[in-house]
């Protein structure tokens, strides 16, 4: 049984080379969005971006939360926790909602705006590799080792250990572990990590306890009318794919 992986990412080991980005795009046959890989940003066509504060670097990707709100909220099942603590998404049951993106603490779900048949784009911790027994391209293509890949338990324990080992290095604090109920990605800093672009101030509750809370409060209306409005997306998205299917089956015919 696959044990539970995750990333480990070192501020203060990291040069800024782009390594990780760029290994993202190719893996995941992303195109390229920006010449200067320090401006670009998360988007359906990056996954992974690496941004500039002075003198030091920061990544951003999915958390791939312990509890995901994507997953709490979504209307039909399009997001899934996997076992390896990949938060995943299916296109195919996807009815463009898009309260993945509302929900997200980290505000990480990007939509594909320019496609008649938009999907929700988002690192997926290189699923396909870890089942293959690799780790993620982006810990793969680091030089200096300022992204790590491995077993959660392994890399709480290396976090720890470098925070107790040169405290006067680090910022005292492991972000991702705990935020929003904490993730699979965990990040390591020598400044509080709101200096770094990341959403601070986030509680230590998992996001899906609020959103219970909050799906409380809606009337009983309200829900039956998403239902209904997602058994019509599905019975339209079928429809035009029958149709698309009897199209092809007829052109293949006249070719005949």
């Known amino acids: ?149 491995g077993d959660m338990d392994q890399l709480v324990a290396v976090a720890k250990k470098r925070l107790k080992d040169d405290p006067e290095k680090y910022y005292q604090q492991i972000y991702g572990l705990e935020e929003a109920g904490g993730g699979h990605v965990l990040v390591l800093s020598p400044v509080p990590f709101e200096q770094l672009g990341y959403t601070s101030k986030l509680s230590k509750e998992p996001m899906p306890a609020f959103t219970m809370r909050a799906m409380e409060k809606i009337p009983p209306v309200v829900a039956v009318g998403g239902v209904f409005l997602s058994g019509m997306y599905w019975l339209t998205k079928r429809k035009n794919q029958i149709a698309n299917e009897e199209k092809k089956t007829t052109n293949g015919n006249k070719e005949i």
């Open 1 to 149: 049984m696959l044990k539970e992986k995750g990333i480990l990412f070192d501020v203060t080991l990291c040069v800024g080379c782009g390594s990780c980005y760029q290994a993202c795009k190719e893996k995941n046959n992303l195109p390229q969005t920006n010449k200067d890989f320090l401006k670009d940003h998360l988007s359906n066509n990056t996954f992974t971006v690496v941004e500039q504060y002075g003198k030091m670097y920061a990544r951003k990707l999915c958390m791939h939360c312990n509890e995901p709100s994507c997953v709490s909220v979504c209307l039909v099942g399009a997001f899934n926790k996997n076992v390896t603590g990949a938060v995943l998404y299916d296109a195919d049951k996807c009815i463009g909602c898009r309260y993945c993106m509302q929900a997200c603490p980290h505000k990480i779900p990007r939509y594909e705006w320019g496609t008649t048949q938009p999907r929700v784009r988002k690192c997926t911790l290189c699923i396909d590799r870890v089942k293959a027994g690799k780790i993620s391209a982006c810990s793969e293509a680091c030089p200096t080792e300022a992204t790590l890949f």
